[in-house]
Every structure is written in C-alpha cells, then in structure tokens.
C-alpha cells in the first residue's frame, strides 16, 4: 500500500473544510495513519515548494501558507498518491473538475485547499518531511475486506 502526504492549507482551516475534506478521504476508503496541527517554518516551506522558489509569486505563497497552522496527513491506500491527486483536481481550482475537492470547494490557483504528493518518490520524501516515524501508525483496518479484493490488500 502506498502512502502519500495531504497538507489541508490556511484556506481550509479558516474555511472551516477540514472536517468536510477529512471526510471525503476517509468516505473514498483511504486509512489515516498520521495526522497533527503545525504552523510550518519558512524553511521548510522553501524545500516543500523548490520547484517555485524563485518565482515572482512564491514570497505570497510562502505567507498565506503561513496565515495560519496547517493540517498534516499521511494517508494510505492501493495507488494512494495518484487516486488522492484524482480527488484533488488541477492546480487552479476554478478549472478543476466537479466532484474534485478543488473544483468543489474553491476558486483561486493559490488558496486552493490541499497539497497532495505528486508521484510515489516525492510522497515518500514529503511523509519523512513532515512526519518523524513516531507519528505514524500501523493498526489493523477492519472494514479492509470491505473496501478491496483480496488481489488489492497490501
Ligand atoms: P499542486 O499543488 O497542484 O501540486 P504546484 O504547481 O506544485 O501545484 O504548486 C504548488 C502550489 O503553489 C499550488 O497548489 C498553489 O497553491 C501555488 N501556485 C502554483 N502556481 C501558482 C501561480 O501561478 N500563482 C499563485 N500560486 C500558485
Ligand atoms: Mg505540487
């Protein structure tokens, strides 16, 4: 089973959708295995977004990432990283496709809602960014039968 990293960002905590954004992962069959509240140093965030720093707009997205604390989790599942991407819709909200949390809930290509891993390598290194292993957890998901074959069960 893959597992793959969801920031819920400033919009949402002050939107009040964490709870309706939690609620579609879990619905969707996806296992939390990691969660907690962090106000995320600049540092990090310069690693987190590399592919932007150096952009005329990272210096914003820096400081509405930092408007309030954030909400991290490490989600698990068959194909977790690309079906949570799925789920998410395209980077500007207002063209992401209904259904998806972004083409749903929002309308701006910076407040838009949640960052999702992008591919199983870079999943890998964000869950060890932003989660020490203590944080994480391993316990038995007894509706698993449920939600995959037996062909699909990690
Ligand atoms: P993604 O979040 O869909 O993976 P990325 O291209 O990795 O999109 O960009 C990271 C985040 O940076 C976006 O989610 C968005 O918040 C912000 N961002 C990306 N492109 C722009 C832009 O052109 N203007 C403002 N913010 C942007
Ligand atoms: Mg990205």
């Not at 893959?2 to 709870?19: F, H, I, N, S």
């Amino acid at each position: 089973m893959e597992r793959t990293l969801v920031l819920l960002k400033p919009d949402a905590v002050q939107r009040d959708l964490v709870g309706d954004i939690i609620s579609r992962l879990e619905r969707k069959g996806l296992k939390l295995v990691g969660i907690k509240m962090m106000q995320l140093p600049a540092d990090l965030l310069d690693v987190h977004y590399r592919h932007l720093v150096g952009r005329s707009f990272y210096p914003e997205i820096r400081s509405f990432m930092q408007r309030t604390p954030v909400i991290a989790c490490c989600w698990q599942g068959a194909d977790a990283v690309n079906t949570i991407r799925l789920l998410c819709g395209v980077t500007k909200a207002r063209e992401a496709a209904p259904g998806t949390i972004r083409g749903e809930l929002a309308m701006s290509v910076q407040a838009n809602l949640i960052h999702c891993s992008d591919s199983l390598e870079t999943a890998q290194a964000e869950v060890e960014r932003f989660f020490k292993p203590d944080e994480l957890f391993e316990y038995e998901d007894i509706l698993e039968t449920f939600i995959y074959s037996s062909g699909e069960q990690g």
